[in-house]
């Protein structure tokens, strides 16, 4: 069976070099420029699996109503979108993935109003993944690559929209029989906060989300509030499985000594959980993007503040979004201006940085595939609204760095 996934990952990567290689073979430039769905007028990638596919979100037929969508990068469908066919609601930026096998994970507005998580393959076989009990909105933010386990939130609003709990949740796959044939069902738990909604003295965290999951089982995410003066508080964790399959434990990731506040965002079946570092003591400002390592040996968890493209800054808000099973890492990082560009780092050389080399004023990469595909948006200019809104509209794109 191995050597029969090793032939099928070496066929992959011919045809994926193949493939890449003629959708380059008529222009210079290392990316291919997606753009967005015809009809549309923006679109954003957040996630690629190993054959190719990338899932992200954007309008289609020039509607108001965000879509999840989708896009082959390799094979006779390269470029050709396709979309879930229902309006949704992207309730983070970071929010939706793919498995291996295609299927597509993000949230739909419900009747209520409220988003729902979601999960669709491209020939629009579909359904809704449920929330918890107590609970008026749920949203999937990622799936691992064999598609057994979703994570993402499940969360409970006032009167006025604010949402005033976010409970972490896995959706777990199970098989069953019914009516002479085999049923494919998802049944939400709640992840356990092991006490640390008091890791702050005198606070709460009731907000909490799960954001990267990996084939064993481990899951990335963060807990957060805002105090009564609109200051956020924020710790790093990662849920690790019990034995016999029972549930998980959680457990907070380590602070960068000259940071007060941590994210995790992604994690790779490696367990290298990335995100960032913020809250800055000192002359420190902004975000920084981290990794975090666990020792095999010790099972103590380090982080590591990864470079940025521009050394000499002391703030930025730089952020790692996605980490393949290579320790390829993805992200973006700002310059002196605060303009992000979409950026590359790996987790077993810290000091390596550099740009991807995406197009438009500003740019960020969210997902990136075991090929070394990864994917984003760009925007054309860095020109904001009154609320601070980018003005132009995000565009698809991806690149090819191995």
């Known amino acids: 069976m191995r050597q029969f996934r090793a032939y099928v990952l070496v066929v992959v990567a011919l045809s994926a070099s193949i493939a890449w290689s003629q959708a380059q073979s008529a222009k210079t430039s290392p990316y291919i420029d997606l753009g967005h769905f015809k009809?549309?007028?923006?679109?954003g990638l957040q996630s690629i699996n190993d054959?190719?596919?990338?899932?992200?979100?954007?309008?289609?037929?020039?509607?108001?109503?965000?879509?999840?969508?989708?896009?082959?990068?390799?094979?006779?469908?390269?470029?050709?979108?396709?979309?879930?066919?229902?309006?949704?609601?992207?309730?983070?930026?970071?929010?939706?993935?793919?498995?291996?096998?295609?299927?597509?994970?993000?949230?739909?507005?419900?009747?209520?109003?409220?988003?729902?998580?979601?999960a669709w393959t491209a020939n629009h076989a579909s359904f809704y993944l449920g929330k918890c009990s107590d609970c008026d909105s749920s949203s999937a933010i990622a799936i691992n690559h064999l598609g057994t386990l979703i994570v993402g939130n499940s969360g409970k609003h006032a009167q006025d929209g604010t949402v005033v709990q976010?409970?972490?949740?896995?959706?777990?796959?199970?098989?069953?029989?019914?009516?002479?044939?085999?049923?494919?069902?998802?049944?939400?738990?709640?992840?356990?906060?092991?006490g640390l909604e008091s890791f702050f003295p005198g606070l709460t965290?009731?907000?909490?989300?799960?954001?990267?999951?990996?084939?064993?089982?481990?899951?990335?995410?963060?807990?957060?509030?805002?105090?009564?003066?609109?200051?956020?508080?924020?710790?790093?964790?990662?849920?690790?499985?019990?034995?016999?399959?029972?549930?998980?434990?959680?457990?907070?990731?380590?602070?960068?000594?000259?940071?007060?506040?941590?994210?995790?965002?992604?994690i790779n079946n490696a367990g290298e959980i990335i995100g960032d570092v913020w809250g800055g003591t000192g002359n420190l400002q902004g975000a920084f993007p981290a990794l975090y390592k666990q020792?095999?040996?010790?099972?103590?968890?380090?982080?590591?503040?990864?470079?940025?493209?521009?050394?000499?800054?002391?703030?930025?808000?730089?952020?790692?979004?996605?980490?393949?099973?290579?320790?390829?890492?993805?992200?973006?990082?700002?310059?002196?201006?605060?303009?992000?560009?979409?950026?590359?780092?790996?987790?077993?050389?810290?000091?390596?940085?550099?740009?991807?080399?995406?197009?438009?004023?500003?740019?960020?990469?969210?997902?990136v595939n075991n090929l070394g595909i990864a994917v984003g948006g760009y925007w054309a200019t860095t020109d904001t609204d009154e609320n601070g809104n980018l003005i132009a509209p995000e565009q698809a794109v991806a690149v090819r760095f191995r």
């Not at 949740?169 to 085999?182: A, F, R």
């Not at 457990?251 to 941590?262: E, K, T, W």
């Not at 050394?311 to 992200?331: E, F, H, K, Q, R």
Request: hydrophobic share 40%; aromatic share 12%; charged share 10%.
């Open 166 to 194: 976010a409970t972490p949740v896995v959706w777990t796959s199970q098989v069953t029989w019914e009516d002479g044939k085999l049923t494919l069902t998802w049944q939400i738990h709640a992840l356990p906060t092991g």
């Open 205 to 266: 965290l009731n907000l909490w989300g799960a954001w990267g999951v990996n084939d064993l089982g481990q899951i990335a995410g963060d807990g957060w509030t805002i105090d009564a003066d609109g200051n956020y508080w924020e710790i790093a964790v990662v849920w690790t499985p019990k034995r016999g399959g029972t549930g998980w434990d959680v457990q907070a990731l380590p602070m960068s000594d000259d940071f007060s506040y941590n994210e995790a965002l992604g």
């Open 51 to 118: 054959f190719g596919i990338a899932m992200g979100w954007g309008n289609v037929n020039g509607g108001t109503g965000i879509r999840m969508l989708g896009v082959p990068l390799l094979g006779p469908n390269s470029s050709h979108w396709f979309e879930s066919g229902v309006n949704s609601e992207n309730w983070v930026n970071e929010g939706g993935g793919i498995s291996s096998a295609g299927l597509i994970v993000g949230n739909i507005l419900d009747p209520n109003g409220w988003p729902e998580g979601y």
């Open 295 to 367: 020792d095999l040996g010790t099972k103590m968890w380090s982080v590591h503040v990864l470079p940025v493209t521009s050394p000499d800054l002391n703030y930025g808000w730089s952020i790692a979004w996605g980490i393949n099973d290579l320790g390829d890492i993805v992200g973006a990082c700002t310059d002196e201006n605060w303009v992000g560009k979409a950026t590359l780092w790996n987790s077993n050389n810290l000091s390596s940085v550099k740009s991807l080399g995406f197009p438009g004023a500003t740019s960020g990469a969210f997902g």
């Open 39 to 43: 009809g549309g007028t923006w679109a």
